[in-house]
């Protein structure tokens, strides 16, 4: 999850989309695609889902209520950009999962190169483990590599061992560890 992001619902709230909890998409079922202005709305429900379930994880300084406005201005700065990409995954239901990333710079100091960071990635519960993900993260990194990308970087929190599970399922391996003392 992209670091840094607050929101305030104490629950993961499911957005629009339906279906009991376990169902198993057809293949073909879910549509991976490039977010556009009118889909704002319904990614930016799925990024307070996000922050609700962050939330749930036990992140208390997380608040989704209050997220709502943070999460269409953040949501609508990735759409249509160039160096930014916003994918939404569709399934009959509406929009059931999303991913939100950029394009970055080393220094040269640190080599120069160029390459991509993912913010966010998020399935709704009863779509979870049907390939979604998967789909979401393949999409952009083929959208990094079209950019000459040959890096892609992202944050999860140590506690998340799911989106852990499901980082090192796609072949990503630890880079760094965030440390922080409170005072
Ligand atoms: C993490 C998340 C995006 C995964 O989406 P998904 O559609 O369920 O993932 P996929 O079905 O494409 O899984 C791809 C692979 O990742 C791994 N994986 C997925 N979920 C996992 C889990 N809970 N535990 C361990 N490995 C997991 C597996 O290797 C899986 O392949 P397999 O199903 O063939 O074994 C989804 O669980 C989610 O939205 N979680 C809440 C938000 C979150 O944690 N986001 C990521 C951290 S920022």
Redesign the pocket.
């Known amino acids: 999850?992209r670091s840094g992001r607050r929101s305030s619902r104490g629950s993961e709230t499911p957005p629009g989309a339906g279906g009991p909890r376990g169902r198993t998409p057809r293949s073909g079922e879910v549509q991976v695609r490039a977010a556009r202005a009118e889909d704002v709305g319904s990614v930016a429900a799925l990024w307070v889902a996000?922050l609700a379930?962050h939330r749930d994880l036990g992140e208390e300084d997380i608040h989704p209520s209050r997220a709502s406005a943070e999460g269409r201005r953040f949501i609508k700065e990735h759409v249509g950009t160039g160096d930014r990409i916003c994918l939404v995954a569709e399934s009959g239901d509406g929009a059931i999962?999303f991913l939100v990333g950029t394009l970055r710079k080393r220094s040269a100091a640190f080599g120069g190169w160029r390459y991509g960071h993912i913010y966010?990635?998020?399935?709704h519960g009863p779509?979870?483990?049907?390939?979604?993900?998967?789909?979401l993260v393949e999409e952009a990194v083929r959208w990094f590599r079209a950019r000459g990308v040959r890096r892609v970087q992202?944050q999860?929190r140590a506690h998340?061992?799911?989106?852990i599970?499901?980082?090192?399922?796609?072949g990503f391996g630890d880079l760094a560890v965030t440390m922080e003392r409170r005072l």
């Open positions: 999850m996000l379930y999962g966010d990635v998020y399935v779509y979870r483990r049907t390939g979604v993900g998967r789909a992202l999860v998340n061992a799911a989106g599970g499901f980082w090192k399922g796609l």
